[in-house]
């Protein structure tokens, strides 16, 4: 190289541009705020969506002798829907709120336990139907991955939504629940 060549490509060069931090930090700070505000709009839409349903009555609770326990399960509560919509979330009196489970199921109804959410009980005489689904609410499992419970509260038909810790039992659940059902159903037509 030349010396007039050297000094030719020296002046081309240039030094890397220094990071602006103020913009960087901006930005972050922009970032950071639109997410709170989309997370405070997500939260104020469940509020609002709770005010909507609110005319659902309370949840019922377990009776003091509920009777011979039938079935017991263990696993996950996904939520209730409005029966047939599954899209449609029920968020009045901690039915929206995913939790842990254990359900027992009695002569006199269903036992809803949740740690941390709100307990309910469904008499025998308000559930409809039991059945095997692949989704509810924002839950989608394989075919039959849900057991979904249909009942009624109020003048409102719900689908709960329960997966158990071991999926071979939702069958047995089905088919005692519709049989329940079916009996109850029966013994109230006669009674007529």
């Known amino acids: 190289m030349t010396p ?20 960087r930090i901006g930005w972050l700070v922009g970032l950071a705020l639109f997410v709170a505000l989309v997370y405070w709009l997500m939260r104020e839409g469940w509020k609002w969506r709770g005010t909507l349903q609110g005319d659902l009555p309370e949840l019922p609770q377990a009776p003091d002798e509920p009777g011979p326990v039938k079935l017991t399960m263990s696993g996950r509560y996904h939520g209730s829907t409005t029966a047939g919509q599954w899209l449609d979330r029920i968020v009045a009196h901690g039915l929206g709120t995913r939790s842990r489970v254990e359900l027992t199921l009695t002569d006199t109804g269903l036992d809803v336990v949740r740690p941390g959410a709100a307990d309910f009980f469904v008499p025998l005489e ?38 158990s810790d071991h999926a ?7 088919e005692t629940l519709n049989q329940m059902i079916n009996k109850d159903s029966d013994k109230r037509e006669g009674a007529r």
């Not at 030719?8 to 602006?20: F, G, L, N, W």
């Not at 071979?168 to 089905?174: I, L, R, T, Y």
């Open 4 to 23: 007039l060549t050297h000094l030719t490509y020296a002046a081309e060069q240039k030094s890397a541009e220094v990071t602006d931090w103020a913009a």
């Open 126 to 163: 308000a559930l409809r139907e039991a059945r095997l689904d692949k989704g509810i609410a924002g839950k989608v499992l394989t075919e039959g991955g849900l057991l979904i419970l249909t009942w009624e509260h109020g003048d409102r038909l719900l689908d709960s939504g329960f997966r």
């Open 168 to 174: 071979a039992e939702h069958n047995e659940w089905v």
